[in-house]
Nanobody, 119 residues
Framework: QVQLVESGGGLVQAGGSLRLSCAVSGSMFRINAMGWYRRAPGKQRELVAA?????NYADSVKGRFTISKDNAKNTVYLQMNSLKPEDTAVYYCNIRGQKNSWDSQIDYWGQGTQVTVSS
């Protein structure tokens, strides 16, 4: 069974930094894409950063956030710098891939981690 466990959220002052981690457990035939999404109170979930062949960032986080992965640790990261109060949200890790070679690709999600940025 594939599981994603996020960590690294918390409370930080505006201008500060956090690094979110997403540990992926369970074997997969292929991971085709990875990403981070967030949902702020009263808003719909939005893409923050996604990486497959290319890497895309939401305009609101370009130049401040960086998505990366450590294949040896099966972990995906989101480095967040120069945080703003409007970055406050629950952040979710996502991977898209195939568990077995004969499977269609599906999305796997973590449970979410809260990020709160105070002004």
């Amino acid at each position: 069974q594939v599981q994603l466990v996020e960590s690294g959220g918390g409370l930080v002052q505006a201008g500060g930094s956090l690094r979110l981690s997403c540990a992926v457990s369970g074997s997969m035939f292929r991971i085709n894409a990875m990403g981070w999404y967030r949902r702020a109170p009263g808003k719909q979930r939005e893409l923050v950063a996604a990486s497959d062949i290319i890497t895309n960032y939401a305009d609101s986080v370009k130049g401040r956030f960086t998505i990366s992965k450590d294949n040896a640790k099966n972990t995906v990261y989101l480095q967040m710098n120069s945080l703003k109060p409007e970055d406050t949200a629950v952040y979710y890790c996502n991977i898209r891939g195939q568990k077995n070679s004969w499977d269609s690709q599906i999305d796997y999600w973590g449970q979410g981690t809260q990020v709160t940025v105070s002004s």
